[in-house]
């Protein structure tokens, strides 16, 4: 499969990957053994010559390369990282498409003008301190409570590993904090959680929600919303405190109906995990695809992962709305490449066995193939790590590209999660359905209860890039009316994990 007329290599289909001699329709001879989703020269390539694949130099040949040969990660040296004071500022953003009216899915229309896609009491929290405990009132209220409360989904202890023994003063601080502001409101906790704190605690519930987040979390503040463990007379006392709280929540929540809400009240985070080279040929741009839709639908689409998109920002700056927007974006990447080099590591950090594996020779091949999920629109806005996004359209969302944080971070804003996979991650979270769309067929029949949708038909030729972007655009509407996917079904929720950049003390 070769995706661009400039592509000097291609990669196999084939499930069993090609034989030694094995013969091409185009007369091309394979010269040796290579795997499925791996690199096939489909030229001679001189040493220093460029490597291409999207139509983009993923790195320079380190020594001849016969047509027919495989074409192996140490053969390839990769380029430097495209340079930040160069790129072209919002000089060719792409015409909006023709708007799609009339797209509906069965939500939960929030006080803050917020949509849910579910119904689920949250059992917020301030520091780790008082996770274990949560976890088991939790676990109580779903056993004992939630039964006698049919319009509930679920209850989930919104429990993560900050809070104290942290320089809660540092600027890097402001990241995970206000990442656990936006998550304790998200929603699909229709913005009134429950907050529980241990009451020493550096992230006092005060500074969770201050004076800037009043309009939204005095609720959350009234005393009969806030559960200080130090206040309790012992473990039994305290979950019972937490257990009469959260029944008097479920009453509330239980009132609760779907309505008909406008596609554009839907916020899609984008992740890819577990990635390979079919990835940025199949369901990253079939996602792509469905992106666009959600977009002309009115949506809001996030796209994230600091560091598969760095390589390819030279792609992206160009089709920013204003210079501004383009200007967002870069102070993003240069702000992620001192923090990099801060740890003596740099963007090449970024994949990892499995991704080699899968036949991505570098961070340049992975990010040309991750972008691909951020469709052909404008990019409308640019948000910095765990900020919440307020625009419509496409917008990057600042994040690592570790899986856990990048959901964890793109809670604060999104509703609904679209996650591509290529070596598969039974990833998912306990706050937002997670959509997980194969890049192959074979990983999407080995996982067949874990893969929502696959899109590895591309590859085959047995659909379209666009039928697939149909069916997930579809899928998304379903799954945000109360359709659930498999890693609900399982009961599948991956730890919250802040990013923090910040001092631990
Ligand atoms: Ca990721």
Not at 17 to 25: M, S, T
Not at 204 to 224: H, I, K, S
Not at 321 to 337: F, S
Not at 339 to 358: E, I, V
Request: contains cysteine.
């Amino acid at each position: 499969m070769r995706v661009h007329a400039r592509d000097n290599v291609a990669i196999i289909v084939n499930p069993e990957g090609v034989a030694a001699g094995a013969e091409f329709p185009d007369s091309l001879t394979a010269r040796e053994a290579i795997p499925q989703s791996h690199k096939i020269a489909l030229a001679a390539i001189e040493p220093g010559q460029p490597v291409c694949r999207y139509g983009e130099i993923i790195g320079y040949a380190r020594r001849a390369v016969e047509p027919g040969q495989w074409v192996r990660e140490e053969m390839i040296e990769a380029p430097a990282a495209p340079d930040l004071d160069t790129l072209p500022l919002a000089t060719r953003p792409p015409a909006p498409l023709p708007p799609l009216e009339g797209f509906t899915f069965e939500g939960y229309r929030n006080a803050d003008g917020s949509y849910g896609t579910r119904n689920i009491l949250g059992l917020a929290t301030t520091v780790q301190c008082v996770a274990p405990t949560v976890e088991y009132a939790a676990r109580r209220i779903r056993a004992e409570l939630l039964p006698r409360f049919p319009h509930v989904d679920d209850v989930v202890a919104v429990t993560h590993p900050y809070g104290c023994g942290v320089a809660i003063e540092a600027p890097g601080a402001r990241i995970p904090v206000r990442t656990l502001q936006h998550i304790s409101l998200h929603a699909n906790l229709s913005g009134q959680p429950l907050l529980v704190s241990l009451g020493c605690e550096k992230l006092q519930p005060a500074r969770l929600f201050p004076p800037a987040f009043a309009g939204q979390a005095l609720p959350v503040l009234e005393a009969a919303n806030v559960i200080r463990l130090q206040d309790q007379l012992g473990f039994a006392e305290t979950v019972a405190a937490i257990l009469r709280a959260a029944e008097l929540r479920l009453i509330q929540l239980d009132r609760r109906r779907r309505h008909t809400c406008p596609a554009a009240g839907l916020v899609v985070g984008l992740q890819c995990g577990g990635s390979d080279a079919f990835s940025g040929v199949t369901c990253n741009p079939a996602v792509g695809f469905a992106a666009d839709l959600l977009v002309r639908a009115g949506a809001t689409v996030l796209f994230s992962e600091v560091t598969e998109v760095r390589d390819a920002v030279h792609l992206l700056t160009p089709r920013a709305a204003t210079p501004n927007v383009a200007r967002a974006l870069i102070r993003e990447m240069r702000w992620y490449d001192d923090y990099l080099a801060l740890g003596q590591a740099d963007r090449s950090a970024n994949p990892t066995p499995g991704n080699k594996r899968g036949g991505l020779a570098n961070v340049v091949e992975k990010a040309l193939g991750s972008i691909a999920k951020a469709g052909s629109t404008a990019l409308m806005d640019v948000a910095s790590h765990g900020e919440k996004v307020t625009g419509k359209g496409l917008i990057f969302a600042a994040t690592p590209a570790s899986d856990f944080i990048c959901g964890t971070q793109q809670l604060a804003s999104m509703n609904l999660h679209i996650f591509t996979t290529g070596e598969g991650t039974p990833y998912g979270l306990s706050l937002v359905p997670v959509l997980k769309v194969s890049s192959r067929t074979a990983l999407a029949e080995k996982w067949h209860d874990l893969i929502d949708l696959d899109a590895g038909g591309i590859a085959t030729g047995a659909k379209s890039m666009e039928e697939v972007g149909w069916e997930i655009f579809h899928r998304v509407l379903e799954v945000a009316s109360g359709r659930r996917t498999w890693s609900e079904h399982w009961g599948l929720g991956n730890a919250l994990i802040p990013f923090n950049p910040g001092p631990v003390t």
